[in-house]
């Protein structure tokens, strides 16, 4: 196997690539990019057998072949050549590959092929989804997402695409995001899935730095791939019980409020300095007016009071300073709050109508 190519090309697609690659496999080949060169063309591929990326790279097909090299090694490389052109030669009988850029020369050992998958294809049902909407809405809920591995079904995002409306769930038990985006037009398919949100945050950088008008998603039995400005990302699918997140809404509330989504986050991001240690906010509402406030032992606290159109018997809930700000900065405008009591979950709406609603648990004060 022999090509060529333009060192920056290389360079760029590699540094893609390799974000799919293991970094604390057992199998040496994982920690490896694949380089397939056939008549078709040039591609790189990585794995770490929960997600996989395959990545074309333009350059010149001197011999077809394939071979798998050292990822970040092979980085490292390809960032320090001189030149602006490189080739790679597959040497069968050393079990290495040459590479050479402008006046240096490099021979790097070889990792197994045969230890590397094989790579799904996007084929069957494939639906096709605007890129736009599809980053917009992971991006709202993707912090929700739960990154304890002990509880894998509550790591993914729930999924689901028909007609009209792309919708994704995320929780982590603490809180809930759900946004629905509506399109455009209808999709001409329908697919529901709980993706890792590790995949899913892959893919929007994917999509964003492709420019990609359209994302091509084909959904199998336990696999889902995804398709966008040339570049193919495939991911395992969770198993088990997505939780039914129409359950955990409360059917109502006791207070509406809704207010400048602006004003109120730059407040709790300000108290929040002072909720360290597990210290949580709290939100103290009274006839027109909220006090946010904050208090960590030996550290020191702080409040803030900003007018609110809050009527009724004074109330008093505490959060966690993190989850509330996360919710609070995935709304754009006004932010609808809406609380029951101190011990309820409290839920966040975005004002304009788009769909998002964030449920968050309370945590109890300690009068």
Known sequence: MKITTRRDALFAQLQTVTRAASTRSAVQALSGVQLLATKDGIELRATDMEIGLRVPLEGEVVREGSLVLPARLVVDVVRALPGKEVSLELRPVEQDVEILGGSASFYIRTLRLEDFPP????????????????????????????????????????????????????????????????????????????????????????????????????????????????????????????????????????HELRLAGGEVTDVVRRISLLAQKNAPLRLAFTEGELTVSARTPDVGEARETIPVPFAGEPLEIGFNPEFLRDGLEAVDGDVIIKLISPLRPGLLEAGDGSGFQYLLMPIRLNV
């Open 119 to 254: 790579f799904p294809e996007i084929e069957g049902d494939v639906v096709e989804v605007p890129g736009d909407a599809f980053v917009g809405t992971v991006n709202k809920v993707a912090r929700s997402a739960s990154r304890d591995e002990t509880r894998p079904v509550l790591t993914g995002i729930l999924v689901s695409a028909a007609g009209d409306e792309l919708r994704m769930v995320a929780t982590d038990s603490y809180r809930l995001s759900v946004k629905e985006t509506k399109l455009e037009e209808a999709l001409a398919g329908s697919f529901e899935a709980n993706v890792p949100a590790r995949a899913l945050q892959e893919l929007t950088r994917i999509v964003q730095h492709e420019s990609a008008d359209t994302l091509s998603v084909s959904v199998r039995a336990n696999q889902v791939v995804f398709a966008a400005g040339g570049i193919v990302l495939s991911s395992r699918l969770i198993d088990g019980q997505f939780p039914n997140y129409r359950q955990l809404l409360p059917d109502a509330y006791e």
